[in-house]
T-cell receptor, first 116, second 113 residues
């Protein structure tokens, strides 16, 4: 149980275009989802916290107009990278927590974004 | 400030030898501690977690970790390493409210034959 999927697993896009990444909790309802970014050989850095039905909370330094997060249902959160640039190339990982404030998070397999 | 420190960036261990990966944390509240493993290009897999109770916790793949409050540490151990254990290991800390985790920078484990 507690499986989180991400789609796509790998995407290449041209500079200036937008790309959407989906994060789904497959067998549970996730009231809270988190989006992390990981640069090569680096740790995971939290980008934003997404709660179903409300606006995402972005970490300091993360451009909310560039990284649009939507959490429209209890099983789906999306991250849209708008007007992508090569510096946005990274590994994006989402995680989800169970309702009720359970402490454990379940991570998706990640999405590799390459902007050319 | 809340932080997680993994002092060892890269460790090489011979196959069959024992392993200990270090993790120290600085956290204002009661810490909830995790160890994750990540293979290249993959997501994170939870190895084990500590919330409360017995300070020695057992995880998957033969891993264990010991919580030492006095030392603010949560070191990961395995008595006999297998070649398939080569990966990136992350220590993380969270809290009971289920907020986002704070990750250490990770330790790369290489296994030599």
């Amino acid at each position: 149980g507690a499986v989180v999927s991400q789609h796509p697993s790998w995407v290449i896009c041209k500079s200036g275009t937008s790309v959407k990444i989906e994060c789904r909790s497959l067998d549970f309802q996730a009231t809270t989802m988190f989006w992390y970014r990981q640069f090569p050989k680096q740790s995971l850095m939290l980008m934003a916290t997404s709660n179903e039905g409300s606006k995402a909370t972005y970490e300091q330094g993360v451009e909310k107009d560039k990284f649009l997060i939507n959490h429209a249902s209890l099983t789906l959160s999306t991250l849209t990278v708008t007007s992508a640039h090569p510096e946005d190339s990274s590994f994006y990982i989402c995680s989800a927590s169970l309702p009720g404030g359970v402490h454990e998070q379940y991570f998706g397999p990640g999405t590799r974004l390459t902007v050319t | 400030a809340q932080s997680v420190t993994q002092p060892d960036i890269h460790i090489t261990v011979s196959e069959g030898a024992s392993l200990e990966l270090r993790c120290n944390y600085s956290y204002g509240a009661t810490p909830y501690l995790f160890w994750y493993v990540q293979s290249p290009g993959q997501g994170l897999q939870l190895l084990l977690k500590y919330f409360s109770g017995d300070t020695l916790v057992q995880g998957i793949k033969g891993f264990e970790a010991e919580f030492k409050r006095s030392q603010s540490s949560f070191n990961l151990r395995k008595p006999s390493v297998h070649w398939s254990d080569a990966a990136e290991y992350f220590c993380a800390v969270g809290n009971q409210a289920g907020t986002a985790l704070i990750f250490g920078k990770g330790t790369t484990l290489s296994v030599s034959s």
